[in-house]
């Protein structure tokens, strides 16, 4: 009987040890079986959009596919972005990138034209395998994003546009969040103070040292109600400077919360 039971829990023992090798010697990939093809979509902007002979307009591109985290740490980038400029004589001007380093998927050209009409502007996007470059070990190893293309128009005129203003004059009359980015100079005024710890101290009390305050009757904020806009305060490399909500931000001092 002693026998019989040191020979079931032998057994039983061997069992739980040949399940537990098993599960190690399982590859740790979470490939698609089969391999998925993505679908992607294109985008490209210029702006600004008219302009005049001679002056600068930006050109922004991207894809609707954003890149994981992990892919951002294994150095995994789009390749090969292609653009297509068209002038309205028929030549053209092309422009490519082996590497997009924007982890958003952006990519941008500043283009000044020399000849008036419509400009044809097409971005494409050759599709890409995963594994054809250094990936980490994801759920997309095997699969394939597929290409896409966009265009838009590009009108030149013989005038030149007029150039935007640095920034709009403070308001004069109630106002609300968020502050636009052709507001930087807003930025003396609307400080909410983010920063970490507490305000300055001083004899006197405490004080926020990068702001305002409102000199009329006002509501507190009550609830949030997006991130964006320019925040406000002192405490910035480069003073107004803009957050905004979407595939990219600026994130290097605080993370602003617009409230409302």
Known sequence: MKIRKITTLTIAIFLLISIATSMILIPTTNAHSPPWEITTFAYIMAFPDPIGVGQTTHVYM????????????????????????????GTTEVKTWDIVWDTTSS???????????????????????????????????????????????????????????DTYPHPTE??????????????????????????????????????VGPITSHIMWT??????????????????????EGSAYISRYRNPIICA
């Open 107 to 165: 990519q941008g050209y500043s283009f000044t034209p020399a000849k008036a009409g419509n400009y044809t502007l097409k971005f494409e996007f050759p599709g890409q395998n995963v594994n054809d470059y250094s990936h980490a070990n994801n759920a997309y190893v095997n699969d394939t994003y597929l290409a896409s293309s966009a265009t838009t128009t590009l009108t030149v005129q013989e005038e030149p546009i007029t150039n935007y203003p």
């Open 223 to 244: 609830k949030p109600l997006q991130s964006g806009g320019v925040v406000g305060g002192n405490n910035f490399a480069t003073q107004g400077d803009t957050y905004f």
């Open 62 to 89: 991207w894809i609707d596919k954003i890149l994981s985290s992990a892919a951002i740490a294994n150095d995994y980038r789009w390749h090969n972005y292609k653009l297509t400029i068209t002038a309205p004589d």
């Open 174 to 211: 109630y106002w609300t969040r968020p502050i636009y980015g052709e507001n930087p100079g807003w930025f003396t005024i609307s400080s909410d103070w983010l920063g970490t710890g507490s305000p300055v101290a001083t004899t006197y009390g405490r004080y926020r040292p990068d702001g």
